[in-house]
């Protein structure tokens, strides 16, 4: 099948954490028992845990560290184990029957867990076409001429709409800051329709 | 075939098969399209931070497209990088790189000390090295003469590495950060840039370190066949410089 498709035709791209997924509230959730394969004393371990589930950055100025690798572990477990969102999973079904191009869009290091993140969209029945990482989803969208994106991240809310990229946002997320052009949703029915109202 | 199409697939003949990464500015469907042409399929994309730079994992590459792929990768339009064979290789590398954001583009002191350090000890148990640069540091390769297997060049790996970083006392061993290929732990996971690379970043040619400094383009190209073509070190002399280091594993296993 051609991966070929004009602007204006029928794709999309779609996040996974904390717009899939409750990726967030499993982090926060999960009991996390220290154990000697983390390899960081148990001190340690319990205070980056802390660090870890409220989503503080690396403190030095290392690209690789013991906090990192720890926190890179933790959340390995979290993509396992987050719940699906069962609108979520309705909707992306909704959407290859549409016969839509459908490119699930991740921060994910997909080098490292691109099989685990295959698994579980397959374990939910979640289809898509292709899956990519990118730290910046509008670039993404703007280089692949990708119109509509679904996502959590405020970065995508608040720079889509000035780049000619139409979000949608699950408003559960805490500590967005409006205005934006972009749409919060309660349940993905409402992003179906508002995709099938602009044709 | 261009010859140094030739040369890169006899490096990496024991590779994994039928995968690699291709790393280009190019993006979209159509070049996807193209991309994926004789029955290549798409692992898995990224969209680095670095200047829209996409990189694409690919599997299902018959020997043909890889050689397309290469004979494009020799004319510069992208980087192929290849993923180490599962179970038994017939080059290692060490990756050498900067480990501080604040600095992460440029070659430091402490990579400059730590490179030159991992070559004299490399020389001393008559393995000859392949330096080439790789942007925010170095890439030590070494070519045998059979494949070993991966547990075993990952044994000779870590204490060589361990010994070239206790080397650089002046300076703090965090700020430098070695990775080790194949690395055991992981497995078709991680992949090199190909000899013949251009810089991600500047688009400059990835050159071949010598005893003076950077070679030129073309002198790196004549050292890369060099190394293919005459370097490749017997197994007894793979299992003597092993031997040699049988200390220093041991101080790292009961550690």
């Known amino acids: 099948m051609s991966a070929t498709r004009a602007r204006d035709a029928k794709v999309i791209a779609v996040d996974i954490d904390d717009t899939l997924n409750d990726f967030t509230a499993t982090l926060r959730r999960t009991p996390f028992p220290y154990h000697a394969r983390y390899r960081v ?9 802390v660090g870890i589930r409220d989503g503080a950055p690396e403190p030095s100025d290392l690209l690789s560290s013991e906090y990192l690798s720890l926190r890179f572990k933790i959340h390995e477990q979290c993509y396992r184990h987050a719940v699906a969102r069962g609108d979520g999973i309705e909707f992306m079904q909704w959407l290859k029957s549409d016969d839509w191009r459908i ?17 579980w969209l397959s374990a939910h029945r979640i289809p898509f076409d292709y899956l990519f990482s990118a730290t910046n989803k509008i670039a993404f969208c703007r280089a ?56 | 075939m261009d010859p140094r199409v030739g040369l890169i697939r006899d490096f990496s003949r ?50 043909a497209r890889m050689i397309e792929l ?31 954001k604040a600095t992460s583009a440029a070659v430091v002191a402490e990579v400059e000390v730590t490179v030159r350090a991992l070559e004299g000890y490399l020389r001393e148990v008559e393995c000859e090295p392949l330096v080439v640069a790789s942007g925010r540091g170095y890439h030590v390769w070494c070519r045998l003469g059979a494949p070993v297997e991966n547990a075993r060049l990952y044994e000779f790996l870590l204490p060589m590495a361990a010994r070239a970083l206790a080397t650089v006392t002046a300076f703090d061993h965090t700020h430098i950060k070695i990775n080790l290929y194949p690395d055991v732990r992981l497995r078709n996971v991680v992949s090199l840039r190909l000899f013949g690379s251009l810089h991600a970043k500047t688009g400059v040619f990835s050159r071949v370190l010598g005893p003076d400094g950077l070679l030129d383009e073309a002198a790196s190209w004549d050292r890369f066949a060099d190394f293919v073509e005459k370097r490749a070190i017997s197994t007894a002399t793979f299992d003597a410089a092993y031997g040699s280091l049988a200390s220093l594993r041991l101080l790292i296993e009961r550690r």
Not at chain 1, 103 to 119: A, F, H, I, Q, S
């Open chain 2, 14 to 63: 024991t590779f994994a098969e039928g995968t690699a990464k291709v790393e280009t500015k190019d993006c979209g469907f159509p070049f996807l399209d193209r991309l994926l042409r004789g029955g290549v399929e798409l692992e898995y994309g990224e969209l680095t931070p670095l200047r829209l730079l996409h990189r694409y994992k690919l599997v299902h590459v018959s020997e």
């Open chain 1, 144 to 199: 692949w001429d990708i119109a509509l994106l679904v996502d959590d991240e405020a970065n995508s809310i608040e720079f889509g709409p000035k780049y000619g990229v139409r979000v949608f946002y699950p408003t559960l997320r805490q500590g967005i800051a409006p205005p934006s052009d972009a749409r919060g949703f309660d349940a993905f029915d409402e992003v179906k329709r508002w995709i099938q109202e602009s044709g």
């Open chain 1, 103 to 119: 490119v699930v869009c991740t921060r994910r290091d997909l080098r490292r867990v691109g099989d685990c993140t295959k698994e």
């Open chain 1, 41 to 49: 004393p148990e001190a340690r371990f319990h205070e980056y845990l």
């Open chain 2, 70 to 100: 290469l004979a494009a990768h020799v004319d510069k339009e992208w980087n192929v990088c290849r993923y180490f064979g599962p179970t038994a290789n017939d080059v290692f590398c060490f990756n050498v790189d900067n480990n501080r």
